[in-house]
């Protein structure tokens, strides 16, 4: 009898800043293999210093896919992303038993790993209505009303992206039932072994990290970057952090120093809800950032071969 050796996913985790894109090339080297970003900020060409993509050294030490593939003018969603995202691996399995993913954007990862949720249909004036009350009233008023219908999801999602909250909005106020209700219902059958590893640290760490980061995005160019990208600002690629709050500054709304503890504040914002998105999930094996990549690869090592010999 023929037995067909299983196809490997390993998939990195974590707060942004934590060290996932350099442990994803040592992990890949390792396994002579290439990686799959699932970090929906780096998907668009124009967007570069502000969401950290990976540079030019990384990204020829190890073929990355899914960076900078398309344009802050594409409508491109979650949907598109698994779509894509399966051919690729089906591609890489011809030749490869193992591929890498990595990124920051838990509702992407988790779209490869186990499909999307399904969500019913709801009245679309539903939507419209919420639109009026966004421009009316503001994004404060989105944010607690959704806050005082689904708690979960107040705390799980970016509260600034107008489009998700009023997603997230319409389907409870469309089903009387709150929005986080109806995820994580099925999990469809891959063609892979899903292996995930999550980096973390104390929260100062992190903390510190993401301030570090910041100031170094903003000595390397962002302002420029923001500045070329203004004239876009209403695109909802750009409804993100470390663009929004320079245009808020371009309009002169805050200053250039606000602005720059405003990115800081936010994105520690993010690294917190991209930890309480992962909090419940056991099947996670977390390592110390300062972890070396030699012993995370040692545990990939053992966890495959101890998965083999249960199959055969």
């Known amino acids: ?4 050796m299983p196809n490997y996913l390993i998939t990195i985790i974590g707060p942004t800043a934590i060290g996932k894109t350099a442990l994803s090339i040592a992990i890949a080297k390792h396994f002579n ?3 799959l970003s ?31 593939h398309i344009s802050i003018k594409d409508s491109y969603s979650v949907g598109h992303f ?16 193992v591929a890498v993913m990595v990124g920051g ?3 992407y990862t988790d779209a490869v790993l186990y499909g999307l949720d399904d969500f019913p249909k709801v009245d679309p004036h539903i939507r419209i209505n919420l639109k009026l009350q966004l421009e009316e009233q503001g994004i404060s008023f989105l944010q607690e009303k959704l806050k005082s219908l689904d708690i979960e999801t107040y705390q799980n999602i970016d509260l600034e992206n107008h489009q998700r909250l009023i997603r997230a909005l319409e389907i409870c106020m469309g089903t009387g039932k709150p929005f986080s209700s109806f995820q994580n219902k099925h999990k469809v059958k891959r063609n892979f072994i899903p292996i995930k590893i999550g980096l973390n640290a104390d929260r100062q760490i992190i903390y510190d990290r993401i301030n570090l980061r910041v100031d170094l995005m903003i000595e390397n160019g962002l302002l420029d970057e923001a500045k070329q990208l203004f004239k876009h600002k209403d ?16 309009e002169e709304e805050i200053t250039l120093d606000f602005a720059i503890e405003e990115i800081k504040k936010n994105t520690r914002r993010f690294a917190k809800r991209q930890l309480t998105w992962y909090r419940k999930d056991t099947s996670i094996k977390w390592f110390d950032y300062q972890d070396t990549p030699k012993n995370i690869v040692e545990w990939l090592g053992h966890t495959i071969k101890m998965n083999k010999s249960q199959l055969f």
């Open 235 to 250: 695109l909802n690629a750009l409804q993100t952090v470390g663009y929004r709050e320079l245009f808020a500054c371009f």
């Open 38 to 68: 699932s970090d929906s900020r780096q998907f668009f060409k124009e967007m570069n210093i502000g969401t950290a993509v990976p540079n030019s050294e990384e990204l020829e030490a190890v073929k990355h896919h899914f960076i900078q």
């Open 33 to 35: 293999t290439e990686i």
């Open 1 to 4: 009898m023929n037995y067909q």
């Open 105 to 107: 954007s838990g509702l």
């Open 82 to 97: 698994e779509k894509e995202a399966l051919l690729k691996l089906d591609e890489l399995f011809k030749t490869h038993n």
